[in-house]
């Protein structure tokens, strides 16, 4: 079965620092990789996916991921954060064998000070 | 718009009560699911239909029972509601081939009092 761990739960920045959230995932077959955000009372927006192709994938607002397919891992970066990012994070996987099932991560919340 | 849209957006009721989330997309989607948001932020899938068929069907207790009567549609139906039912409850849809990238709904937030 696929799983997926985020090991950051509550992370803290100030403006204009740079982010980084760690997501791995456990399955050894071809995976559809996403980040979703979710700002304060609001549902989950998709920030980035990766399916296939150049493992870089660059998202919405400045927000980038890298796959690294011998780590299982699939880790969210921003360089410079801002206060309007403040917000729950969470990595999710789609294993191909598993059709439509999407599992996600504990999420990261994300706490950014002015 | 073209959305994924649920009502209600707040549902409060009293235990052992029965009630009925709705859930509508207008995307074109074949395929609708179902998410069980917890107090610690945790999503979970709770069911999801293919052009009305019942493809997931995690550990859900069957007080739950999802209702598609057509592929734009999957209502989330509650009997005898207990207080761990509170939870936000999302509704998603995707478009099969397409490496499931979901768009989700607004959340039905329910408190069981």
């Known amino acids: 079965a696929q799983s997926v761990s985020q090991h950051n739960h509550h992370v803290i920045l100030s403006e204009a620092a740079s982010l980084e959230l760690g997501c791995n995932y456990s399955y050894g077959g071809t995976v559809n990789l996403f980040w979703y955000v979710q700002y304060p009372g609001q549902h989950l927006q998709l920030l980035l996916k990766?399916?296939?192709?150049?493992?870089l994938v660059k998202g919405i607002k400045g927000f980038e991921a890298e796959f690294i397919k011998s780590k299982f891992s699939f880790n969210l970066r921003k360089p410079s954060v801002q206060w309007s990012d403040t917000a729950e994070y969470f990595c999710?996987?789609?294993?191909?064998?598993?059709?439509?099932?999407?599992?996600f991560g504990t999420g990261t919340r994300l706490a950014v000070r002015p | 718009d073209t959305a994924v849209s649920q009502t209600p957006k707040y549902l409060v009721t009293q235990m052992g009560n029965d009630k009925s989330i709705k859930c509508e997309q207008n995307?074109?989607?074949?395929?609708m699911y179902w998410y069980k948001q917890d107090s610690k932020k945790f999503l979970k899938i709770m069911f999801s239909y293919n052009n009305k068929e019942l493809i997931i069907n995690e550990t859900v207790p069957n007080r739950f029972s999802p209702k598609s009567p057509d592929k734009a549609h999957l209502n989330l139906h509650i009997n005898s509601l207990e207080l761990g039912d509170s939870a936000v409850y999302f509704c998603a849809s995707s478009e099969s081939g397409r490496g499931n990238e979901q768009f989700f709904g607004p959340g039905t937030r329910l408190t069981v009092l």
């Open positions: 995307l074109g989607h074949d395929t």
């Open positions: 999710a996987v789609n294993a191909k064998s598993s059709g439509d099932k999407l599992t």
């Open positions: 990766y399916f296939s192709g150049d493992p």
